[in-house]
């Protein structure tokens, strides 16, 4: 007979808990344990990422459109993919710039704009990945807030934490920290 597993194991108290790191999630999924699940690697634990809708989708393929032409040569834009944040983090942003290079050996662990966009993930991209990117340092952090159809532009670490976050809303433009050419209109990326 099987020992039965609770499902929910939140009886186990915190100090127990051994977190994940992100060399060992890595082999996992190079081994197919996860197989079509959408998780990412956060502070240690495996979290589900939410299904992605059609807002989502045109947000994000009009912000891809625009990143990859404004930064061509400049920068690389990655797309849902991977960033080593951290020994126990390994997120999946909607879209990272990050320095030039291949990454066929290694996923960046660096990143000069990382944004996310989000509707029913919302209070993890202002919270946890927002606390997330700042400790690993990415100087410019951006939410596509489709819920409140605003960009909330987040800057200006201090000890770990985004000090500066302003909104922009539809008719407004934002400029890149890294790359001051380039603005992007509101108007253009949200649904």
Known sequence: MA????ADRSDVP?????????SEYDKLTELGVFGDERLE?????????????????SALQRLTELFVLALHGR????????????????????VAIVPPGRYSDA??????????????????DRGMKARLYAECGVPEYWVVNLVDGQIE???SIVRGVYTRVVPFKRGERV????????????TEVLP
Request: net charge negative.
């Open 3 to 6: 020992a039965s597993v609770p």
């Open 14 to 22: 915190f100090e127990q808990r051994r977190p994940l790191k992100r």
């Open 41 to 57: 690697l956060l502070y240690g634990s495996i979290a589900r990422m939410s299904p992605i809708g059609a807002p989502h989708s």
């Open 75 to 94: 920068a690389v834009v990655r797309i849902q993919s991977p960033l080593a944040a951290s020994d126990d983090s390994e997120p999946e942003p909607d």
């Open 107 to 124: 996923h960046p662990s660096q990143a000069w704009l990382l944004i996310e966009v989000a509707e029913s993930s919302l209070s993890t």
């Open 153 to 155: 532009v987040h800057t």
């Open 175 to 186: 400029r890149l920290q890294q790359f001051a050419d380039v603005e992007i209109d509101v």
